[in-house]
């Protein structure tokens, strides 16, 4: 008895508490009702700001009501109870209407699972909350917008309701003369659009006049929430977004430029925020037009004058755009470059020299752009290529760090690969130079070493005979012999290493284009029984790959012609252990491909597998000639080859066949069948 004494004591403390201490917090107060009238855009400021939200009393209240109804039943409809008597009486205090609104509002999310409550929520809007949106009190009207914003997701089962909602809230949006109402009007508008079809339909007829009361609003109280709201917008009518894109971007390129020349832009972090929004919401709407030809020519010249203030303004924190304005050029450079454009290389590249290591993998699709989209023009001025190979260079001479020195090979293989047979000659030294440079000084990580060694494979598909002498001209400091052998065995020791489809894909036609060289290095000759083990290895990490990418993309079965043979069959892909020698990855090459191995070591041997190395890796999303559906065909470059050397040179043959196990032996039989496949299907023209 006693015990339930004390839990309905308990229950009635928490219901005097939630309705006699949280419920007034949760109320307009004077303190509201002062800053609302002598500086709206400031009690604007005030209710969005999420880092002084936390420290107000109306926050915490919401906070406990809200923790409170979720681990005591009882409380919801003793709240609700509390907040609907409040509602239904015509003579009650227009304050306690808004916290009766506010308390329903905060509570929405567990309403809205709640069966019995969240079929009457419709009533409820329709009898309590539309009044009050034409109420003659701003507050009432406001707080009214952001019920509706809570409940934007609910199933309206009358579509008279959600219509009436809608073109309320558009009202409040439009005609409303205070701008407090007009910003939770515009937070609720695109929360109900967002989540209601319908409602989207209803506001598709006037959507040019709502954006530009959008743009206004953000105009004129610089509010961050609301260029989310801009953005979501852009994306829900991007097919009317054709009609009004350009004056869109003027209008925000207009307030980015006010917000930036400021006076007290470098003291309000506010400001920053702010920018960053305009220029994520001008980005979003180059990609939403991206298939607008003359709309995105037209935006261009408006993202310059925006790129250039950031760019040139000297500005303490410009850096902190980068990012954004590198995106922004990334978008204008992806269909065409225009002059223009080919003049902001020179600039980035001055930026560059600054700030060259914290931006170059924010300036990499942007450089990538430059080498593939218009190569033409890249090799018409050397200077375009001296300038990116500078930036390359630097990135791996002064240590800027893995990621950006990946970066940085990755671009030197993509301009050698995509320049292939356009003259590039001269640069191909300097390349490969600059990664070799950058291998001697010892690298740990296995993705940067291999990134360093495929700008050299690329060098050997490029002009084999090029690539040798240039080896052959180079030599390890204090040491006379030069550096082709030392590049050969790193090659092959690391072929395991190789990851994706592109990398594995160029290691295979490098060792093929290897295996052929009519003037065999020495080195070459002591690795010849690594070889074809090696690329067999590759090939299995291939079939594996084009296995997975059946899964959902089964279009891809003609090219992959993989069968479900050797399921036995495993590939190593541990990246942790990088000192591995020569011996050690030859063994477990064998291994892999069957020989020497025990069937019962199965379990074993399932450590080798590696999920992510069956995926593609990050820099494999800058596309080369090799990665198109019209590039080489990796098994029929191998099978090719082989077969002439076979033809040819009877002796070389046997030396790279004839450590084959007869494991082995079958798994390049199944690479034959497989070219044979791709080489018929190719004939038919599929």
Known sequence: MQRLVRIHNNLYLFQTICQEVIFPLMCYRDEDERLWQEDPYEYIRMKFNIYDDHSLPATAAQSLLCKAARKRKEILPQMMAFCHKILADPSTDPRSKDGALHCI???AELLLKKRIYREQMESMLQNYVFPLLNSPMGYLRARSCWVLHCFSPLCFHNELVLRNAVELVRQNLIDDKEMPVKVEAAIALQTLVSNQEQAKMYIRPCIRQVMQELLHVVRETENDDLTNVIQKMICEYNQEMAAIAVDMTQNLAEIFTRVLQSEEYEENEDKTVMALGILSTIDTILTVMEDHKEITQQLEGICLQVIGLVLQKPIIGMAEFYEEILSLAFGLTCQTISPQMWQLLGVLYEVFQHDCFDYFTDMMPLLHNYVTVDTDMLLSNPK????????????????????????????????????RGRGIEQCIPLFVEAVLERLMRGVKSSELRTMCLQVVIAALYYNPALLIQTLDNMHFPHSPQPITAHFINQWINDTEFFLGFHDRKMCIIGLTMLMELPSRPAALERVAGQIIPSILLLFLGLKHMYASRLINKPDLLAHAGAHDEDQNEEIPSDEDEVNESQNTIYHQSSMAAGQGGDNND??????????????????????????????????????????????????????????????????LQEIYSISQQRRSTAAKGH
């Open 105 to 107: 509002g905060a509570l």
């Open 384 to 419: 375009h290529l001296e300038v990116i190979y500078s930036m390359c260079k630097k990135v791996l001479t002064l240590d800027a760090g893995d990621d950006a020195e990946c970066h940085a090979a990755k671009l030197l293989e993509v301009i050698i690969l995509q320049c």
């Open 602 to 667: 199965n379990d074993d041997e399932d450590d080798y597998w590696d999920e992510d190395a069956f995926e593609g890796t990050p820099l494999e999303e800058y596309s080369t000639p090799l990665d198109y559906d019209n590039g080489e065909d990796e098994y029929q470059v191998f099978t090719s080859a082989l077969l002439r050397i076979q033809n040819s040179n009877a002796a070389w043959y046997q030396c790279l066949m004839a450590p084959l196990s007869d494991d082995q032996k079958k798994q």
